[in-house]
């Protein structure tokens, strides 16, 4: 459920038309609702208000400040991968006590700026890195709270650029060694075992990995609660996945109530890491059709968003629905619909059936509000676009667009060059 929606033929965001944000902001630019990332907050953090929980926002993948407080704001904490996400977090406003640190390449600057935030818990995720927090923590004279991510083994079914809990992939600690790795975690000074974890990969459509992934964790706390440590949480990621086209995929309620059934028998507080369940479908790119042409082969469509806006169809061939802002009677073609950057892998959508659209009009590229403006880059020197949140009938710029200016913006002529 989300709140853009046609009226007499035009696309609005809640009560705001975006041809009038398009008029006023230009294009292209990414375009939030508000209600929409409010409401799937909710209901996804409703679906656990039976157990004892913290729905940790994944701030990879929308990390607006704006966006964050929104979710801080109806209590919700932060997964974060990175001091710069620490930074975006406390600038947003969020309770550090509502903090988990995931990722595999933590440097030492970003792990002291953690402990010096008093952050829950780093979900470490190899034994170099135990150490390595274990001296910082010894340094700043703090003790570090920590849960081990365990790389369960299990496959979600998913993209395998987006499937992190098989061995092949380079995340977590083989649940096999956990123990171990537990056990060498307890004879360090000042870490504190706190929990487990474990993220087995992103847009999962089914509930099924998400159980044989808990099921071995669950034997894990078993095993460590036997050896005398204390399990307090046990943080099962994020990676519920959404529909992007006609997928089936469980709702909210139905993974919730899965997860909670399975694991009568445990007695912790959860923690979910969810990103793209959402903000993905609250969000869109808004894009403007720069020309038309064809050739034998093909019909193109060039816009003037690119693989440098939205990266996901050029890297994960990621369908994202295509509409019209102004629908009509319209002619279907099959077209690619491509950016301007100069990479033949520039597109939003290949030989996709499409309405035909003429130079000048708006589209939607629809379900854009994860991993979307998180992942886009400077490619080719174009300036970042800007992101718009719709709140009822109100519209508000939360990042503006990039100008020359700041493309340049830290570099440096060296004198001999002068
Ligand atoms: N927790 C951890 C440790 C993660 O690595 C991720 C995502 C999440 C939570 C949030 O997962 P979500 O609920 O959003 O599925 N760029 C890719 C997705 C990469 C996901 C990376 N990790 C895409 O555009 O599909």
Known sequence: MNYFHYKDNALWCEEVPVTEIAGKVGTPFYLYSERTLKHHFRVFDAAFSGVPHITCFAVKSNSNIAVLRIFIAEGSGVDIVSGGELYRALQAGVDTRKVVYSGVGKRVDEIEYALGADILMFNVESSQELEVINSCAERLKKKACIALRINPDVDPETHPHISTGLMSNKFGIDIKKSLEEYRRARTLGQLEIKGVSCHIGSQVTKISPFLDALERIKKLVRLLRDDGMDIEYL??????????????????????????????????????????????????????????????????????????????????????????????????????????????????????????????????????????????????????????????????VIRKREVYGDLIRGEVIPEFLR
């Not at 399975?262 to 808004?286: M, W």
């Not at 033949?344 to 290949?350: I, N």
């Open 235 to 396: 943080d099962l990621g994020g990676g519920l996945g959404i529909a992007y086209d006609k997928e089936d995929v469980p709702h909210p309620s139905e993974y919730a109530k899965a997860i909670i059934d399975a694991s009568k028998d445990i007695n912790c507080t959860f923690i979910f890491e969810p990103g793209r369940v959402i903000v993905g479908n609250a969000g869109i790119l808004v894009t403007e059709v720069l020309y038309t042409k064809s050739n034998d082969a093909k019909n193109f469509i060039v816009i003037d968003a690119g693989m440098n806006d939205l990266a996901r169809p050029s890297l994960y061939n990621s369908y994202h629905r295509i509409l019209p802002v102004i629908d009509k009677e319209r002619e279907e073609i099959i077209a690619d619909v491509v950016g301007p950057i100069c990479e033949s892998g520039d597109y939003l959508a290949k030989g996709r059936e499409i309405s035909r659209f003429e130079r000048g009009e708006l589209m939607a590229v629809m379900s854009a509000g994860a991993y979307g403006f998180t992942m886009s880059s400077n490619y080719n020197s174009r300036g970042r676009i800007p992101e718009v949140l719709v709140r009822d009938d109100q519209f508000f």
